[in-house]
């Protein structure tokens, strides 16, 4: 439960500064998750934020650290400290100047943006937002959500505000009234050729010192656990600890399912002896208004991922309420099968466009294409399909979807993901293609650590697709569309069409999709591929969930905007 800010004043710190942010923190908070009271600070000329603080918090003065850096110690807050390994955001100021730093990935987000008035820094794109005291929509960034449910390379919700890279530090100077970005250089993935079993050793040992340097003996910790290899392989170096417990949520009838996520989960804990709780997220029939307007409010409309937050994000609400930080099984790995052709290697990491889809039905103004990708994106010359694959994943996945999933947890917990620190993810780049490969080696490891239990191969969660093809969730979908107004991000002829042809497809669209998830649960891996390999077609796209997205979005850029008009009254425009 933690999002911070740090707003260095041309002019000075305004009188109510002070006052100003301990309201627009209650504003950030969800209706349903415990109050927290935030850390706030304010010098002369700056003003430094925490919303949602835990007594773990890392801070000096201005300066504060959220996350999990490696072996955490007050050291990490000096100014001329270089940055940890770990996953974290650190902002720093000594009154005199403010920087910023990513982890190795950018898996937690820094946002900024430099006025004539102030130099604005933060990890929410509510807070810097609020913080300016004015909102300018992005465009771009819709067609890149309504296309692929993420606002896509580079772009914010404000068309100001720009995201730090990963292993990068911006440093702003007040006597210059300058910026310096000093990037961490050119991630790469390629094979560094050793033998199979010494990349294996490297990996595991790498995963170890991850979860010991990261996971300390004085906090409380809860271990999302899945019945997959992610989460698996944390638990088994964390289960002699006895200040971690373990939490799997689901539908109320996945754990009868003795393959899915759920069962496998519980059957995992309770072989390790270890606490364990399972939460049921089935859909909140009777309130949808509430369900997508938590969400937005949550997760600050980065992401369309509603599955598993359809409880109305009540499971987060329980664990606001607990002095706990959450361990994530996100990694660096993904589980991606090989690369035929440029489309599947962009696929893996949701790196798409309108372009993509066939029966593309977005107006010419809302389009994402392909020209809108930036070239440090692109595929290098002698790169190969599976190299850009995996760089992909870190340099677009990780940054764009996988800290926007963890964004919605920040406004109630607490998260860190040690398969995301440096010394894993670097093990990961020099693995030869054959290993990488549907997590080949790691799922090998895994496999050593509790052998007897199989990996699950059914999800607990609804699909997203499931969801949007409820009748209730259709009604929803297509009121709220007709309802968005002319103060819409929305063409009001665009969300009256779409509201009108939510219907656009949807047999054939249900039908490839009973038959994907069918492939994927019973087939065999080696099937799979040959059928990847001389099946391919690119899907329709979906009016549903395009549907799904344009109300996020709608709900996303309102909120932007009275975020926007709370404000003190010095707040430079």
């Known amino acids: 439960m933690s999002k911070g800010l740090i707003v260095y004043y041309r002019n000075g710190t305004p009188p109510d500064a002070v006052t100003w942010a301990q309201g627009f923190c209650e504003r950030l908070l969800p209706d349903n998750a415990t109050v927290k009271t935030p850390r706030v600070v304010a010098s002369e000329h700056a003003l430094s934020v925490v919303y949602g603080p835990l007594p773990s918090l890392l801070a000096d003065g201005l300066s504060f650290c959220l996350g999990a850096p490696a072996n955490p110690g007050p050291t990490h807050l000096a100014m001329d400290a270089p940055a940890p390994d770990g996953t974290f955001a650190l902002l720093r ?28 820094v933060s990890t929410s794109q509510r807070m810097l937002v609020a913080a300016l005291g004015s909102y300018q929509p992005n465009t771009q960034a819709l067609g890149w959500f309504l296309a692929s449910g993420t606002l896509g390379p580079e772009n914010a919700w404000d068309a100001r505000a720009q995201l ?83 939490v799997t949520w689901g539908l109320r009838d996945a754990p009868k399912r003795p393959d899915s996520d759920a069962a496998l989960a519980i059957q995992l804990a309770q072989q390790c002896g270890l606490k364990h709780s399972y939460w049921v997220t ?86 994402a294409s392909p020209d809108q990708i930036p ?9 190969s399909l599976a190299d850009w694959r995996d760089r992909l994943w870190l340099e677009y996945r990780t940054p ?15 998260v860190v993901n040690p398969l995301l620190s ?3 993810v670097e093990t990961f780049q020099q693995l030869p293609e054959h290993m990488r490969t549907h997590k080949r080696v790691f799922r090998h490891i895994v496999e050593q650590m509790f052998p007897g239990v199989p990996f699950a191969r059914r999800d607990s969660v609804q699909h997203i697709g499931s969801i949007a093809r409820q009748s209730d969730v259709k009604t929803f979908l297509a009121d709220k569309l007709r309802a968005a107004g002319g103060d819409s991000i929305l063409p009001v002829s665009f969300s009256h069409w779409l509201a009108n042809n939510l219907d656009q497809g949807e047999e054939r669209i249900a039908r490839r999709r009973r038959v994907v998830a069918t492939i994927r649960t019973y087939m065999p891996q080696p099937v799979q591929d040959m059928l990847r390999a001389i099946g391919h077609r690119t899907p329709r796209m979906d009016a549903r ?27 430079p425009q």
């Not at 989460?231 to 600890?241: A, D, F, I, P, T």
């Not at 070239?375 to 790169?383: A, I, V």
């Open 164 to 246: 730090l890279p990963g292993n990068s530090t911006i440093r702003f100077d007040p006597q210059s009234w300058r910026l310096d970005l000093q990037p961490g250089g050119t991630l790469t993935v390629r094979e560094v050729k050793r033998p199979d079993l010494e990349h294996e050793q490297r990996l595991r040992s790498a995963v170890d010192e991850a979860a010991a340097s990261m996971i300390s003996e004085d906090q409380q910790w809860v271990l999302a656990l899945s019945g997959g290899m992610d989460s698996r392989s944390l638990l088994y170096y964390l289960q002699e600890k006895g200040n971690v417990e373990a």
């Open 545 to 571: 969930r395009v549907a799904i997205r344009a109300v996020l979005a709608d709900l996303a850029t309102k909120q932007l905007a009275a975020d926007a008009s709370f404000h003190h009254r010095s707040t």
């Open 400 to 414: 764009y979807v996988t800290a926007s999933l963890d964004d919605i947890k920040f406004a109630y917990t607490e």
């Open 282 to 367: 089935d859909i909140e029939q009777a309130n949808l208004e509430k369900v997508f307007a938590r969400f937005v409010a949550a997760g600050e409309g980065r992401l369309d991922h509603l599955s598993g937050y359809m409880d109305g994000l009540a499971l987060w609400a329980r664990l606001s309420a607990k002095p706990v930080t959450m361990i994530r099984g996100y990694d660096a790995f993904g589980s991606k099968g090989p690369a035929r052709n440029e489309y599947q290697a962009r696929d893996a990491s949701t790196l798409l466009t309108a372009d993509d889809f066939r029966d593309a039905f977005l107006p010419d103004e809302l389009r």
């Open 375 to 383: 070239q440090s994106l692109g595929r290098r010359p002698s790169e």
């Open 422 to 424: 440096r010394p894993v």
């Open 93 to 120: 100021c000594d009154g005199h100047a403010v920087k910023a730093s990513t982890d190795y990935t950018a898996s937690r987000s820094i946002w900024y943006c430099l006025t004539e008035d102030a130099f604005v």
